[in-house]
């Protein structure tokens, strides 16, 4: 087994990534009016995680060095290049998507802090808050909001590539691209319950983190739960009806073999929880939300484990069985990669506002003109 942990953690962050910037671009694109306080968190998300996300990939690869080859040497016909350069291309749309909104606040701390201020008079642009830069921001902001949903959608689609371009029992599949976009977004959303829930209850902001938010993007939690077992469903299904001998050697290797409790714990995180505890009202609460985010995570780095090592472990060839067992260097490296996650948003939190000052101070003025025109 080549890969483990580090390509499992490299599909599993970049698949959180998607929380950010694909769902705070299709709530701006639908003008939700609730999502002013949460879209700012959803961004980070996605600048923090494709950052640790890519550089799994060079560990695995043992020779950093020879990263560079996929830019020399890279073939159109090679799915890790697409890769690369989805990636690349996202990193880019999604970090400038990240700095567009951020603009205003920084020009307003600009004002405000003293002790940082040449970092802040740098990242400012010289944002004076005129007619014309508000027209050009918005048009900006309109326009990255737009071009980041394809780019978003295509990252995933392409490391789905990388597995189902290949013969590879448990892989070559046709419904691993909207697998892993659905897989991605699912587990996206569950991580930024988990930042919402733990920002709200660190500094306080239950005057904009309101139950509302946690309904509404508790709903979209549980659709995806149940598009995610629909999919699963699908896929183990077709492969079981085809009776293709390594096919079926490695989905019973799954499902009641070696790995049956993690694949069964997997449905029970993903699956059992998030519908039980999201499709009541009276259950889908704050504390109920947590659990089945935290769920979702667990289940979601499962299923990624479950994708790539079995199948690793029962090649087309005659080889005997080799069972893989993470060293000590892959979980410390997994573990760090956590804790990198963690840091990052606290410092982030610590130079800038985690919830968009300005947005919210547009969408109450904004909200207040559209109530009375409703009651007139």
């Known amino acids: 087994v080549t890969w483990g942990f580090y390509i499992i953690s490299f599909v599993f962050f970049i698949g959180i990534s998607h929380a950010g910037t694909l769902i705070s671009a299709i709530l701006r694109i639908t003008q939700a009016e609730w999502r002013r306080p949460i879209t700012r968190m959803a961004e980070v998300i996605t600048a923090i995680v494709l950052a640790i996300g890519g550089l799994h ?5 043992g020779r950093p060095d020879r990263v560079m080859n996929v830019f020399y040497f890279g073939r159109l016909q090679s799915p890790l290049l697409w890769d690369v350069t989805s990636i690349t291309a ?7 998507y990240l700095f567009l909104p951020l603009i205003p606040d920084v020009a307003l701390l600009r004002e405000r802090n003293k002790k940082h201020r040449w970092l802040y008079d740098f990242l400012s642009w010289g944002w004076q808050g005129t007619p014309q830069q508000w027209k050009v921001l918005h048009r900006a902001i309109n326009i ?3 071009v980041v949903v394809p780019i978003a959608v295509s990252v995933h689609t392409v490391i789905s590539y990388i597995f189902a371009m290949t013969l590879q029992a448990g892989w070559h599949s046709t419904i691993f691209g909207p697998y892993f976009v659905v897989g991605a977004i699912f587990s996206g959303i569950a991580a930024l319950f988990v930042e919402m829930i733990a920002f709200r209850s660190v500094f306080d902001l239950k005057a904009y983190l309101k139950p509302i938010h946690f ?4 709903k979209l939690l549980l659709a995806m739960s149940v598009l995610w077992g629909y999919f699963t469903f699908c896929e183990y299904l077709t492969g079981y009806y085809g009776g293709e001998p390594a096919e079926m050697k490695t989905l019973l290797y799954k499902v009641s073999g070696r790995y049956a409790p993690l694949f069964w714990t997997m449905v029970i995180c993903n699956f059992v929880v998030p519908l039980a505890l999201l499709s009541h009202r009276k259950l889908r609460t704050i504390p109920g939300i947590l659990v089945s985010s935290i769920a979702v995570l667990i289940g979601m780095w499962l299923e990624r484990l479950i994708i790539i090592v079995p199948s690793l472990e029962n090649p087309r060839m005659p080889f005997p069985i080799h069972f893989y067992f993470p060293s000590l260097t892959e979980i410390s490296l ?3 990669a956590v804790a990198v996650f963690a840091l990052g948003f606290m410092l982030f939190a610590k130079f800038f506002p985690i919830v968009s000052v300005w947005e919210i ?6 909200g207040v003109a559209e109530t009375e025109e409703r009651i007139r």
């Open 57 to 61: 990939p060079i560990i695995d690869l």
């Open 90 to 96: 996202y990193f880019a749309a999604s970090t400038v």
């Open 144 to 146: 990255m909001m737009i």
């Open 215 to 218: 309904q509404q993007l508790g």
């Open 334 to 336: 997994f573990v760090g």
């Open 361 to 366: 101070q547009e969408g109450r003025v904004l």
